[in-house]
């Protein structure tokens, strides 16, 4: 079974700084990798996936990640963070065929202006 | 497209009640999961359904029960509650069966167990 871990669990931030939320993944065997958000009383929403070919992936909102697998790892960044990017994220891992995603513990950003 | 909906969206039950949450996948997507998600676990995964087939279950006891109706709809039911089961109980579904993860979540019920 994947285990993730998400290295810091509170991220304060200033507005139009740099972010970099770090994840870090147990299995070396083929895997998908997601980023999820979730703003308070919501549910996930996908915020990026990696799943096969380049392994830097990117969001619509300036969000990049980039799996690197020989260390196991997906950390997320983001060059410029907005006030509306504060809220909690998760990484996640799915085994090819397993059906079901391993979330991380959460990242809780919070930018201040 | 209408997303993931999840009813009830809160409840309060005692201990020892049972409680039935359902959830309506978005339309054409036929993979439906269930996550509980507390302060303490975090998000933990209960069981995944495929046309109606079970095809993994969590690491939950047998009081978490889950099905899938032909239209794709779920519920899940949970019996004897105890206080532990307070939690934010997510659905999502999935457009694809290759078990990629890639999920569309709902926004949740929220049980509270007094």
């Known amino acids: 079974a994947q285990s993730v871990t998400q290295l810091d669990s509170q991220v304060p931030v200033f507005e139009e700084a740099p972010v970099e939320l770090r994840c870090n993944y147990s299995s070396s065997v083929s895997v998908y990798l997601f980023w999820y958000v979730q703003y308070p009383n919501q549910g996930l929403q996908l915020l990026l996936k990696?799943?096969?070919?380049?392994?830097l992936v990117e969001s619509i909102n300036g969000f990049e990640a980039e799996f690197n697998k020989s260390q196991t790892s997906f950390h997320l960044r983001k060059p410029s963070v907005h006030i509306s990017d504060t809220a909690e994220y998760f990484c996640a891992v799915s085994d090819q065929d397993d059906y079901k995603l391993s979330f991380g513990a959460g990242t809780t950003v919070t930018v201040r202006a | 497209k209408a997303g993931v909906t999840q009813t009830p969206r809160y409840l309060i039950k005692t201990r020892g009640q049972q409680v039935t949450l359902s959830c309506s996948p978005i339309?054409?997507?036929?993979?439906v999961s269930w996550y509980q998600q507390t302060p303490g676990q975090g998000l933990q995964f209960l069981f995944e359904y495929f046309s109606e087939t079970q095809r993994n279950k969590g690491n939950f006891p047998g009081r978490f029960s889950g099905r899938q109706f032909s239209n794709s709809r779920s519920e899940m039911n949970v019996s004897t509650l105890e206080l532990g089961d307070s939690a934010l109980y997510l659905c999502?579904?999935?457009?694809?069966?290759?078990?990629?993860?890639?999920?569309?979540f709902g926004e949740g019920s929220r049980l509270t167990v007094l």
């Open positions: 999502a579904s999935s457009p694809t069966d290759s078990g990629t993860g890639e999920l569309f």
């Open positions: 990696y799943l096969s070919g380049s392994t």
């Open positions: 339309s054409g997507h036929r993979s």
